[in-house]
């Protein structure tokens, strides 16, 4: 397993994204074109294992960017894909660990560390409810890599946090109030 150099392995933009369509890119190996199309703007990695070639590429869409995951075999046939991401998530692809022999790391959404498993033969899986959440597919019923992670919604953490900031302004006005009125009255001052 190792990360292929952009020597080796890149992307060029075929079409840019327009409000009617996402951008895709043109596959080049060796500096050469492919002729294979995918969707994508952004080339964020590509990684080689048994043969196999991973590409990760992002839309470059701000406030709702998406990381699309392609596997192709050594003829450069697609094997599986996967699309991470929702609707006004924002997505930024970092930390790729590349743990061998079968494993990679990496985060995108969610707050969380998403681990991608490659397998050596295909895996039944049941569509729509194999992966995990924020985790698309194509609908099949065998999969060449797993994708684990449990993402936490990034408004609830938000939202949390504002509701308890809120509620202790709400809390602590009134009694900071009253506790100064009393002082107040007690001072024989009156001046609410």
């Known amino acids: 397993m190792r990360l292929l150099s ?15 369509a996402l951008a895709t890119s ?8 492919t002729g294979l199309i995918v969707t994508g703007a952004v080339l964020e990695a590509a990684v080689e294992w048994n043969g196999y070639r991973i ?10 960017d998406m990381l699309r995951i392609y596997m192709f075999d050594a003829n450069m046939a697609l094997m599986d894909s996967a699309v991470l ?14 743990q061998p022999p079968n ?21 039944f899986a049941l ?5 995990p959440s924020g985790v698309n597919r194509k609908f099949k019923f065998f ?4 994708i684990e992670g449990k993402p936490q919604p990034e408004s ?12 202790r302004a709400q809390v602590l006005t009134p009694l900071a109030r009253r506790t100064s009125k009393k002082r107040a009255q007690k001072n024989g001052i009156n001046r609410f």
């Open 6 to 20: 952009t020597s080796e392995f890149a992307t060029r933009l075929a079409t840019p994204y327009t409000d009617a």
């Open 26 to 33: 043109e596959l080049l190996l060796d500096a050469k074109p």
């Open 55 to 64: 590409a990760f590429l992002t839309d470059d869409i701000l406030f709702e």
């Open 85 to 98: 991401g929702a609707m006004y998530s924002t997505g930024t692809f970092a930390e790729l660990s590349l």
């Open 103 to 123: 494993a990679l790391t990496f985060r995108f959404f969610g707050g969380t560390v998403w681990r991608m498993v490659l397998l050596t033969g295909r895996e």
């Open 127 to 131: 569509p729509f409810l194999s992966d």
């Open 143 to 146: 999969r060449h890599f797993r």
């Open 156 to 167: 609830a953490s938000s939202t949390s946090t504002q509701s308890e900031t809120t509620a």
